[in-house]
Nanobody, 123 residues
Framework: VQLQASGGGLVQAGDSLRLSCAAS????????IGWFRQASGKGREGVSS???????IYADSVKGRFTISSGASKNTVYLQMNSLKPEDTAVYYC??????????????????WGQGTLVTVSS
């Protein structure tokens, strides 16, 4: 299983970015792909997740600003981030959970992780 995250960068507050996560090497009817982030000196927190059936969940801190979606291939997941704030600055990771029908934001539910992509939001 491989996950490839991309799309990070340096933006100003109020700008938008779209992250992509390409997952490969698995075949399951039930799974969830989630986005997590880790700011400097802090633990990893769940941001958003989407299930194979396109159910979604968001952390309260990003509701109304971030949108998660899956591509036509279903194994590519996007995180559209609008109205970015300096507190969104973090390394963003995507993860794959092979044991869930529903989207989850708990790190321990995830089995595989991609490398991180850095998002920096300047004020």
């Amino acid at each position: 299983v491989q996950l490839q995250a991309s799309g990070g960068g340096l933006v100003q507050a109020g700008d938008s970015l779209r992250l992509s996560c390409a997952a490969s090497g698995f075949s399951r009817d039930s799974y969830a792909i989630g986005w997590f982030r880790q700011a400097s000196g802090k633990g990893r927190e769940g941001v958003s997740s989407i299930s194979a059936e396109d159910s979604t969940i968001y952390a309260d801190s990003v509701k109304g600003r971030f949108t998660i979606s899956s591509g036509a291939s279903k194994n590519t997941v996007y995180l559209q981030m609008n109205s970015l704030k300096p507190e969104d600055t973090a390394v963003y990771y995507c993860g794959l959970s092979l044991s869930n029908w529903y989207p989850r934001l708990e790190e321990y539910e995830y089995d595989y992780w991609g490398q991180g992509t850095l998002v920096t939001v300047s004020s």
